[in-house]
């Protein structure tokens, strides 16, 4: 598809900060594109929904003359923040109504670590209210819109994130993940989205930091980028209660070297966990074939995991109760009916639930650990269907099969939040009508780098492409 934004938009971060670190490029320069690509394509997809253009070039005068060779170092690097985190001067709605004129007046602690390594906050991209959903959509900004087909939704939560980058309005957009919230929006748009492992890009959500199932991560266009985004999150911060020391070897260092004997296993349906319609399956099923023509070992298999879905949706409820039940009542009263039942959820859950989401979500753990002793990754469907409608909240059915609550259709993203494991979600083909299908590579505890690199490998024996795209505009 056409691209015919500004030619340094659809270059590869790390191609841009080296022009950077070369001063081929200014930061301003930068900005100035990202801008003029908002402003080109910015109605259409709706995706970057604030913008705080003169605390962006403020910002310029700011950089600090760090060394520009330390990991993570964006050296002015204009980026997008989801509507979910604070930036301090700019408005934060977190999609909600009652949240319309809230201005944040600090930045929170992971957007502190970004922008002191040299990012450029351009905006802050839409998010469902309160992040709940798998379709960014809410009353403040209205509806987010996929890139290749504006009839369709971009996914959710991280919706605005994902179009922004198949777009080129920036470079690199921050996400968020509970059930899927990176992954679906990465899968669906075309580009790559990780849920690392909980405290390596900060921690849960601020009124509850020990919580570990709703965590921030990097989105960006391919999976090197991604360890770009990655290395400038990471980072001991006493703040935050889950943080992580930044590992001995760069996210980006680690896939320099290639990995070998890489070992997949591959299961179309996570085991008959969730219905998925013939065209994905065969989607990825086909992108497997091609791994495995290029020596990448796959074999089919998955754990039996019987505790995974009563765990996950208590530790979901859990979330809700410690999150959303305590934000003020003034705001409360404009939420979804969907945000409500969420909350109600989580509240009305006994002690003896949570108890067992602790003793599940173990043995899910050890299933798990115990599995991926013999493969690097397991990879899995994203999600069961292609993108539906912009205006669907939820798909009702998938591949027949009724789905009895929103978040059914978004089973997938149970097993790698329950377990505490990173997830790679990435390219794997088109359907018929053109539509990006995303794969989702689930790896053991704390190996973020493995799952980076076997996703790199993947990307390059699948070969799709990476450049940003002009909206294909086909709603009135």
């Not at 075309?190 to 009124?207: D, N, W």
């Not at 001995?248 to 349906?269: C, G, M, N, P, W």
């Not at 070992?297 to 009563?310: F, I, K, N, Q």
């Not at 798909?395 to 993203?413: A, E, I, N, T």
Request: net charge negative.
């Amino acid at each position: 598809m056409d691209f015919t934004g500004p030619e340094i938009c659809a270059k590869p971060a790390r191609e841009v900060v080296d022009m950077l670190r070369q001063k081929i490029v200014s930061p301003k320069e930068l900005l100035d594109a990202s801008y003029a690509r908002i402003d080109q394509v910015g109605e259409t997809v709706n995706a970057t929904v604030i913008q705080c253009r003169e605390r962006a070039y403020a910002q310029l005068s700011k950089l600090k003359d760090t060394d520009s060779n330390q990991p993570g170092w964006l050296g002015g690097l204009p980026i997008g923040i989801k509507d979910l985190n604070d930036v301090s001067g700019v408005t934060t709605t977190m999609g909600s109504w009652g949240l319309r004129d809230n201005v944040a007046s600090t930045s929170s602690p992971l957007v502190e670590t970004i922008e002191a390594r040299g990012g450029i906050t351009t905006g802050k991209t839409n998010t469902p209210e309160f992040g709940a959903g798998g379709n960014t959509f809410n009353d403040v900004f209205g509806y987010t819109r996929n890139p290749w087909d504006t009839s369709k939704n971009a996914g959710g939560s991280s919706g605005g994130a994902a179009a922004s980058l198949a777009v080129g309005e920036t470079w690199l957009s921050h996400g968020s993940d509970l059930a899927g919230s990176c992954r679906t929006p990465a899968g669906y748009c075309g580009v790559v989205g990780l849920r690392p492992s909980p405290g390596r890009a900060g921690g849960g959500p601020g009124p509850a930091g020990f919580l570990n199932e709703g965590i921030s991560g990097p989105l960006a266009r391919d999976v090197e980028d991604c360890a770009l985004f990655l290395d400038s999150m990471v980072g001991f911060n006493s703040r935050i209660p889950l943080s992580l020391e930044a590992p001995s070897v760069s996210f980006q260092d680690a896939l320099k070297h290639d990995k070998k004997d890489i070992r997949i296993a591959f299961s179309e349906d996570q085991g008959g966990f969730a219905p998925v319609e013939r065209e994905v399956r065969d989607i990825l099923s086909s992108a497997m074939s091609i791994a495995a023509k290029s020596g990448i070992t796959v074999e089919e298999g998955c754990p039996e995991m019987p505790a995974l879905y009563d765990s996950y949706v208590a530790l979901r409820g859990m979330h809700y109760g410690a999150v959303n039940n305590f934000v003020p009542d003034f705001v409360k009263k404009h939420f979804k009916a969907t945000l409500r039942e969420n909350i109600n959820v989580g509240v009305k859950q006994t002690s003896h639930d949570i108890y067992l989401a602790q003793r599940g979500r173990t043995e899910v753990f050890n299933k798990m650990r115990d599995f991926l002793s013999d493969f690097d990754v397991l990879a899995i469907p994203v999600v069961g269907l292609p993108p539906g409608p912009v205006e669907q909240e939820w798909p009702s059915v998938v591949d027949g099969v009724h789905m009895p609550d929103y978040v059914d259709w978004l089973r997938f993203s149970f097993l790698a939040t329950t377990a505490a494991l990173p997830a790679l979600a990435m390219p794997a083909g088109f359907t018929k009508s053109g539509m990006p299908i995303g794969i989702q590579l689930v790896g053991p505890p704390r190996g973020d780098a493995l799952v980076l690199q076997v996703g790199l490998a993947l990307e390059r024996a699948l070969n799709l492409p990476k450049t940003p795209i002009d909206p294909n505009i086909t709603h009135g």
